[in-house]
C-alpha cells in the first residue's frame, strides 16, 4: 500500500505541482486529496447502478454489497492512501526521500515564509490528535487547524451524505448510513496523520465530494418497473402435506348380544298436528331483521349499485349507514355477500368499516360505518385546491388504505373525490367499496356494464382491460391531481361517453398541477402503461419522504373540516 500511495503522490504532482507559493509538493498534496475524493464517488456511482437492476431489493446479499462497497471507496482505501502519504513525508524529512522518484530533492526548497522548508512543514511536524488536544498558546493557530482538520471534514460528510442519498434515490435511505458512517470512522482513524499534510489532503478532498453529486445523479435512481420487480415477493410452492403414518386398525370387539327390540302399539296422530314434519313457522316480520332494527333516518346518496341512508342501529344506538341494493335478484346478492366479505377482511383506519349484512324489506342491505364529515369533491370546489403538503397526505394515507385492500386480495375500481370523505379533524377515508371486487372474481360485472367514473377511469380499464393495482393507483393519481388543480386530469368532457373515450385512447393527462412538487410523481402515476407506474406502496414510501423532509408527517389533517349543524 505504501507503494500504492507514493504512485499515487508522484502522479498528482505530475498532474498539478506548480513551482510557487506555497510549494510545488504542498499543491501535489491538495491535488493527491483530490484523487483519494474520487473513491467515494466511485463507490456512490457503483451502487447506483447496481440499484438499476436490484431495485429496492435488500436482502443479505444486497446489504453486505452496499457496506462492503461504502467500507472499502469510504474508509479503508482514503485511510491507507492518507496515512502512507503521511508517512512518506515523514520518511523524506528524515533524509529518505525515495518515494518521490526524482523530483523529491524539491522538497529542500523553501516558497513561502510561513511554510518554509516543505519537508519540514510536510513531515516533522506534530500530527492531528497532538494539534487538536495539545494546542500550543497561538490562539489563531489553533483556530486555523481547528476550522481546516474539523471544518473541512464536516463539510464533506454532508456532501458524502448527499451522494449516498442520490445513490439510494426511490428506496429507503438508512442504507446511505454505510457512506457518512464509514467517513465519520475515516475522520477519527486518520488523525496520526501529520496535521499540515491533513489540511492539504482535506482542501483537495472536499471541492470533489461537492462535484461528485453531479456523476451519481447522472446516473439516477432505478426505473419504476424495477423497483415494482424489487417489491414482488416470490411465490412459493405449495406444501404437500406429508400423509401421517400407516396405522392397522385394532380389531372391533364383537358386540354384546342385545335383547330383542319391544315396538309399543302405534297411535293415531291427533288432527291439529301436520301430517308431515317440518319448521316451525315464525311471525310476520321476524326474518326482515332491518324492518325491526335499522331505522333510517335521511338518504345519502344513490349510486349505480345501491341507494345510501344514514341509519340509526335500535339496538346498539348507534349511527350506521345502510347500503341497500336497488334489484334484490341474486346476482345482486352475490355481489354484496362478497363485498361484505372483502370489505369485513379489511382493517385499516382510513378504510370504512363493515358491520353486518342483513335482510331489509326492500333488499339486501350493507350495515357501514358512518363518517361524517364532507367528500373531497365538495371541499374541493368550496374551499378551493389543497397545498402540497395536504395532497401529500391525502396522497400518502390513501396509498396506504388501497395497499392494505390490495394485500387482501380486493380492488375498489371507482376511486375519486367524492369517494373520499374528510372527517371533522381532517382525516381522510377511502368509502363506497360498492363495486369492490376480489381478485378472481371476474363474473360479477354484468356484461356491458362501465366499472368506474370516466373522468378518474385508467385508460387500460376503459379499453376493457381487468382492473388491478395499478389501475387503482391511476385512479388515486388523478384524484390528487384534482386535489391539486381543481379539475380531473384529461379536463372535463361534455357527455360521460366522451370522457370515457379519451380515456379510452389513452389521452395524456392535459391538466395537471405542473407547480406542485408532486407534479413529477403524478406524470409517472399517471403512465397509460400500467407496468410503468409506481406501486402505492412506492409512492407512500417517497411522498412520506419528503414530508418528513419537510419537517411534517402523514398523520396530520388533511384539511380541517367544520360540523355541519343539524
Not at 31 to 56: D, E, H, M, Q, S
Not at 193 to 201: C, D, G, Q, R, S
Request: with cysteine; net charge neutral; proline share 10%.
Amino acid at each position: 500500500m505504501d507503494s500504492f500511495a507514493s504512485s499515487l503522490l508522484v502522479l498528482a504532482y505530475e498532474l498539478f505541482a506548480p513551482g510557487f507559493c506555497p510549494g510545488d509538493w504542498v499543491w501535489a498534496t491538495s491535488t493527491a486529496g483530490a484523487l483519494i475524493a474520487l473513491f467515494p464517488v466511485l463507490g456512490a456511482v457503483t451502487v447506483a447502478i447496481i440499484r438499476k437492476g436490484t431495485g429496492n431489493r435488500y436482502n443479505a446479499v444486497t446489504i453486505s454489497v452496499f457496506a462492503g462497497i461504502a467500507v472499502l471507496f469510504v474508509l479503508l482505501l482514503p485511510l491507507l492512501l492518507m496515512n502512507g502519504i503521511s508517512g512518506i513525508y515523514r520518511a523524506a524529512f528524515s533524509g529518505d526521500p525515495t518515494g518521490l522518484g526524482g523530483n523529491g530533492d524539491s522538497l529542500k526548497t523553501e516558497l513561502c515564509g510561513f511554510v518554509g522548508v516543505q519537508s519540514e512543514y510536510l513531515g516533522g511536524g506534530q500530527n492531528v490528535y497532538e494539534v487538536l488536544f495539545y494546542p500550543s498558546n497561538d490562539a489563531l493557530a489553533y483556530g486555523y487547524y481547528l476550522g481546516a482538520l474539523v471544518g473541512l471534514p464536516l463539510l464533506a460528510l454532508l456532501f458524502i451524505a448527499l451522494q449516498a442519498r442520490s445513490a439510494f434515490r426511490r428506496g429507503p435511505s438508512w442504507p446511505g448510513r454505510f457512506f457518512w458512517g464509514s467517513f465519520v470512522a475515516l475522520f477519527f482513524l486518520s488523525v496520526p496523520v501529520e496535521a499540515n499534510t491533513a489540511v492539504h489532503l482535506w482542501l483537495g478532498f472536499l471541492p470533489i465530494t461537492v462535484l461528485g453529486i453531479i456523476p451519481v445523479a447522472l446516473i439516477g435512481p432505478p426505473s419504476w418497473s424495477a423497483i415494482k420487480r424489487s417489491e414482488q415477493q416470490p411465490e412459493r410452492p405449495p406444501e404437500r402435506p406429508q400423509p401421517p403414518p400407516y396405522v392397522p386398525p385394532e380389531p372391533e370387539p364383537a358386540p354384546p348380544p342385545q335383547p330383542p327390540k319391544q315396538y309399543p302399539p302405534t297411535s293415531v296422530a291427533p288432527a291439529a298436528l301436520a301430517a308431515a314434519p317440518g319448521p316451525v313457522p315464525l311471525p310476520p316480520g321476524a326474518g326482515q331483521s332491518g324492518s325491526s332494527r335499522y331505522r333510517r333516518v335521511r338518504r345519502l346518496g344513490h349510486g349505480g349499485f345501491g341507494t345510501v341512508w344514514e341509519a340509526v342501529d335500535n339496538q346498539l344506538g348507534r349511527t350506521v349507514a345502510l347500503k341497500i341494493a336497488h334489484a334484490p335478484d341474486r346476482d345482486t346478492e352475490e355481489r354484496m355477500q362478497r363485498e361484505a366479505r372483502a370489505l369485513a377482511a379489511l382493517n385499516h383506519p382510513n378504510c370504512v368499516r363493515v358491520y353486518d349484512l342483513v335482510e331489509e324489506p326492500d333488499g339486501l342491505a350493507l350495515v357501514m360505518e358512518y363518517l361524517q364529515g364532507q367528500p373531497l369533491a365538495t371541499v374541493v370546489d368550496s374551499a378551493g385546491a389543497l397545498d402540497d403538503i395536504a395532497a401529500g397526505r391525502l396522497w400518502a394515507t390513501m396509498a396506504g388504505a388501497l395497499s392494505a385492500a390490495h394485500d387482501k386480495g380486493v380492488l375498489h375500481r371507482d376511486v375519486k373525490p367524492s369517494n373520499i370523505i374528510l372527517d371533522p379533524a381532517g382525516l381522510a377515508h377511502l368509502i363506497d367499496f360498492g363495486i369492490a371486487r376480489s381478485k378472481g372474481d371476474s363474473t360479477m360485472t354484468a356484461t356491458g356494464m362501465m366499472i368506474g367514473t370516466p373522468d378518474y377511469v385508467a385508460p387500460e380499464t376503459a379499453a376493457g382491460a381487468a382492473a388491478s393495482p395499478a389501475s387503482d393507483a391511476w385512479q388515486l393519481a388523478a384524484t390528487v391531481s384534482y386535489a391539486l388543480s381543481g379539475t380531473p386530469p384529461r379536463g372535463t368532457r361534455e357527455t360521460p361517453m366522451a370522457a370515457l373515450m379519451a380515456a379510452a385512447r389513452a389521452e395524456p393527462p392535459s391538466r395537471l398541477p405542473r407547480r406542485s412538487v408532486h407534479a413529477r410523481l403524478l406524470i409517472a402515476s399517471l403512465d397509460p402503461e400500467p407496468r410503468n407506474r409506481p406501486t402505492l406502496k412506492s409512492v407512500q414510501h417517497e411522498i412520506e419522504g419528503w414530508l418528513s423532509r419537510s419537517g411534517t408527517s402523514a398523520d396530520g389533517p388533511v384539511t380541517r373540516i367544520v360540523p355541519r349543524i343539524r
